[in-house]
């Protein structure tokens, strides 16, 4: 086989289909719907709303909102379509492998694992910083040796919160994802009660004359605002990686991350909507916005409950990113682009893949700082979202796939649509992280030209049956 035709060989749909026959089917729509929201609301949607209408959008944030989440939701029907004609591990990582070759397979994979890896980390320090906010409520402190990074000239040695909470939400994930759902769905149904306590009470103190001028930066600042807030609803992407351990996957996977995103989107719109109207936008330029604005109507006791509701968010999102991006890793393994052993399954779970995930990250978390590398987590994204979307197009002509399943409306203009605006908004991001980015996919290609090309399952399957002949 010539270098070209081993480098773009094509998965096996009906091998790919079977490949994770191991794994059990036991999540329902409800159980995607809890992950999703888990992974999309975090504690942004205590800042967000807030800080982007005081710099960007003013009150006219509600309809940032809303334009993100219609640019948003047409990456997020192709995923559907996706998930509905291939319910396999890896999500983007697999569709890739299927419809463009093991390279754009790998390629999308590598990004994705910097995506999934480098937002939960942060998002652990986030937590521990809630959590030592929280004990200081209380009287109690955490010794200053193992509150932070390792950077001994500032007394930091290790982020002990965040190495803890990463290895709990581990070891949830390796007792079966029956187990860690319910508590997922309490978390979730924890935090949107909170959500819509903060929405109830701030309609009681809403003055209207805070939403004028609805758009004091133009249609232009909207825009602009549309484009920072997108990446809030990041983390849906996430669902699809469940397929092989979800029940009637065709219908329940599309279902869920439609659901995902719609749920997410008037949550959104309503904590905006509410914010903006209990305070000038003009003041909402601070770290924390919401307990800000209940401070300034004189609710400080509702403060608190928004805390627990932000560390919901985090805990929510963090178990859904590191269930996702060990069913990434595994189905990488299991295709033999890193060693099969990630590849492996034991009592129906990846946990050889589980368990180095939670190790890297809690160790990111705990020892690393990662202010400078969180940018990259657009990217990773973005780049999957492209793929995806003008994938469609590959996937529709597939002699070997039928999908009976979801399918993206408006073919093929809705995919290339959602591919130029990935573009339009990868062109936005900054080139320090476009040369952090270049470092970590050329480290990438290293791993696949000296293990993975030589190691692929796919080219050994080819190479077995051309031996046959």
Partial sequence: ?????????????????????????????????????????????FILPGTVAATTAGPGISISFVLAAIVCSLAAMCYAEFSSALPIAGSAYAYGNIVFGQIVGWIIGWALILEYMLAVASVSTGFAGYFAS?????????????????????????????????????????????TSMVLSRAMVLVKIAIIILFVSVGLFFIKPMNWHPFTPFGMKGVLAG????????????????????????????????????????ILYVLVAVVLTGMVKY?????????????DLVHQPQLAGIIA?????????????????????????GRDGLLPHWFGEVKNQLPDNSLWTVTIIIAIMGGLIPLDKLVSLVNIGTLIAFAFVSIGIIPLRRHKDIDNDGFKVPGYPVVPIISFIFCLIFMSQLSRETWLMSGVWFAIGLIIYFTYGYHHAAINHRKEERNATK
């Fill in 134 to 178: 929280l004990l200081s409520g209380f009287g109690l402190h955490i010794p200053k040796a193992v509150s932070g990074a390792f950077d001994p000239s500032h007394g930091t040695y290790v982020n002990i919160v965040a190495v803890i909470i990463v290895l709990l939400i581990g070891l949830l994930l390796s007792r079966g994802m029956k």
């Fill in 1 to 45: 086989m010539s270098f070209w035709k081993h480098i773009f060989a094509k998965a096996d749909v009906n091998r790919a289909k079977y490949a994770d026959h191991q794994l059990v089917r036991t999540m329902t729509t409800r159980d995607l719907i809890s992950l999703g929201i888990g992974a999309v609301i975090g504690t942004g949607i």
């Fill in 226 to 265: 549309a484009a920072t807030v997108f990446f809030a609803y990041l983390g849906f992407d996430a669902v699809s990686a469940s397929a092989p351990e979800v029940v009637k996957p065709q219908k329940t996977l599309p279902r869920g991350i439609i659901s995902t995103l719609i749920i997410a989107t």
């Fill in 308 to 332: 627990i509701g932000a560390l919901a968010g985090m805990f929510t999102m963090m178990l859904t990113m590191i269930y996702s991006s060990s069913r990434l890793v595994y189905a990488i």
């Fill in 282 to 294: 003009t003041k909402l330029d601070v770290a924390n916005p919401v307990s800000f604005a209940l």
